[in-house]
């Protein structure tokens, strides 16, 4: 008798067990974004409307297969939520800013960056990894839900009960805290929240894409004639160079300012020793820890381009870029992006490049240093020497340095000017540095191989102004953005330095009105920009003067 007693438990014990297991599912996985949003995990511990939704509509319905479509809604909703919130996350600890859906385009950029610094083949499988947790989370909400809810029909009357008790806690709860505003200890809606904020987010990002268009159409020097606007540039070699994560903290943070600080020291001693003076300031860029294009299109249109919805938009009009008036006015215009590998369309169709340089076609023998594939004072020596010795009219170009972007391992050291060569000379240095993964078991570690990528960014591009033989040259080098928080601070502001470096007089003395400092190194007295201010102000100097 015991042993059939014994044996009609087992399966009682199952059923309990997997009852138990499904009503912690439903409980728990509509509070992760939750939990995600505020880094608590006592926001794991509340009663999810969501599911109290989905088990009232189950409760209403007959046919068991609506309720399986019912169910398959829920997971799939509770699956977004988790995904968004995720995906919220990760943008708030890297970039400072909340995920928009319509930016979903970066995300495969972010894949980039990881299989840069780790390998194409781990980076698949994290992101494999990601997107079967995703899908798991789904299908066990939806199974919670149908097994919950066949739980409850077993046991009628009190299955209604127990459901009709649970809804009105969560009412009165949520009806007490509201009008308090306070956070509710027992009631949430946290998928809802997670997916109606993204909603929130994009509607917000579909307005702002409409007043940009407008910024963009409202343009003071579209009918100016180009050379007009930079006519006390005539010629001189004109180069942007942005210096990437080059921010503020840069040259204030703790354990990092010091190197940066002696580095800027001694080249603002070099550069007087060669001619050469110098004025800085500040700008606010609109981005933080990454998405460098969005500063690059911001600086060059004049317009604040804060997302990618809102680049997309820009670059797909006619708005004067400071390269599209270079290339009217008659300079020969190049654009210099060694972490391309893939054609750039935007390049000559926007910003009017006439050519393009990029990771393919400059003639690196040397090995890849992660995302930061080719060193920086190989692109600067290549530029100098194939594109700027020589020239049969002026140059304008864009060079971004990018031996400064994140994972900012490994890192390549200086190597005197001569001995660049094709950049097979990198190859011991790569053998030598520590990789990514070695770096990033540590913030401190992070932070200082942070600030030694912005001195070798630095010292590459004072070995260019040293070696450069060019009288008529003008350099305007900036940050694109400030590092992401690993290296920033939590709430770290969006400044970047600018300078403008030349060897002519006229040029400072056409500028003197903007009040720069002297020297690579802006002061906490210098001005603040924001970043969109830029062009207007260059047109403004450089047209007044001519």
């Known amino acids: ?38 880094g608590s995990a006592g926001d794991l511990v509340r009663i999810p409307a969501e599911s109290i939704v989905a ?3 189950l409760s209403l319905v007959p046919w068991r297969m609506l309720r399986l479509a019912v169910a398959t809604v829920f997971g799939a909703f509770v699956g977004v939520a988790v995904l968004l919130a995720a995906i919220d996350r990760g943008y708030q600890a890297a970039l400072g800013v909340h995920f928009v859906p319509l930016d979903w385009p970066q995300l495969a950029d972010a894949y980039g960056v990881v299989a840069s610094a780790i390998g194409s083949a781990p980076a698949t499988a994290v992101f494999t990894a990601a997107i079967a947790v995703i899908v798991g989370v789904g299908v066990a909400a939806g199974w919670a839900a149908l097994r919950v809810d066949r739980a409850l029909r077993r046991r009628a009357d009190r299955g209604r ?12 709860m949520a009806s007490v805290a509201a009008p308090l505003r306070i956070a509710d200890p027992v009631a949430a809606a946290a998928s809802a929240s997670s997916v109606g904020s993204a909603v929130s987010r994009a509607v917000s990002a579909l307005e702002t894409r409409a007043r940009v268009a407008r910024d963009v159409a409202d343009d003071p020097y579209a009918d100016v004639p180009a050379a007009e606007l930079l006519a006390a540039l005539e010629g001189k070699d004109v180069v942007v160079v942005f210096v990437e994560s080059y921010g503020r903290v840069a ?27 110098s004025r800085s300031a500040w700008l606010t860029s609109p981005t933080f820890g990454g998405v460098s ?9 004049g317009v604040w381009i804060d997302s990618q919805a809102v680049y997309d938009l820009v670059v797909r009009t006619d708005r004067l870029t400071l390269s599209s008036a270079f290339a009217r006015a008659g300079w020969r215009t190049v654009s210099d992006v060694p972490s391309n590998r893939h054609p750039w369309d935007i390049g000559s169709s926007f910003y009017r ?8 076609n400059v003639g690196y023998r040397g090995p890849s240093f992660g995302y930061a594939r080719i060193p920086d004072q190989y692109t600067l020596k290549h530029f100098a020497d194939h594109e700027l010795a020589g020239a049969a009219r002026p140059v304008m170009a864009e060079i971004d340095l990018v031996s400064s972007h994140t994972p900012w391992a490994p890192l390549p050291e200086l190597v005197p000017w001569a001995e660049v060569g094709d950049g097979s000379i990198y190859d011991a240095q790569l053998a030598r540095s520590p990789q990514a993964d070695e770096v990033w078991k540590d913030p401190e570690t992070v932070r200082r191989f942070y600030g030694e990528s912005v001195q070798y960014a630095l010292g590459s591009m004072l070995s260019f102004l040293r070696n450069a033989d060019d009288p008529d040259l003008v350099v305007v080098m900036l940050g694109d953005h400030q590092p992401a928080s690993i290296v920033s601070g939590d709430d770290a502001g969006r400044d970047v330095p600018i300078s403008v470096i030349a060897k002519d007089p006229a040029v400072f003395d056409t500028i003197s009105g903007w009040n720069w400092t002297p020297g690579l190194r802006p002061s906490d007295a210098s001005p603040v920009w924001r970043m969109d201010a830029f062009r207007d102000r260059f047109f403004a100097a450089f047209r007044a003067a001519g």
Do not use: F, K
Not at 251 to 276: K, N, P
Not at 293 to 301: I, M, R, V
């Open 293 to 301: 294009w969005l500063a690059h299109a911001t600086l060059q249109t």
């Open 161 to 172: 009960r127990a459901l009709a008790v649970v809804t009105a806690a969560w009412i009165v």
């Open 353 to 360: 490049y006439d050519t393009l340089l990029d990771a393919t």
């Open 55 to 57: 088990l009232l509509v």
């Open 1 to 38: 008798m015991s042993a059939m007693r014994a044996v009609r438990a087992a399966p009682m014990w199952r059923e309990r067990l997997t009852l138990g297991c499904a009503v912690a599912v439903l409980v728990v996985l509509p509070l992760v974004p939750g939990a995600l949003a505020t």
């Open 251 to 277: 040259l204030e943070g703790d354990r990092i300012s010091e190197g940066v600080g002696d580095v800027l020291r001694r080249g603002d001693d070099a550069l007087a020793a060669d001619g050469y003076a």
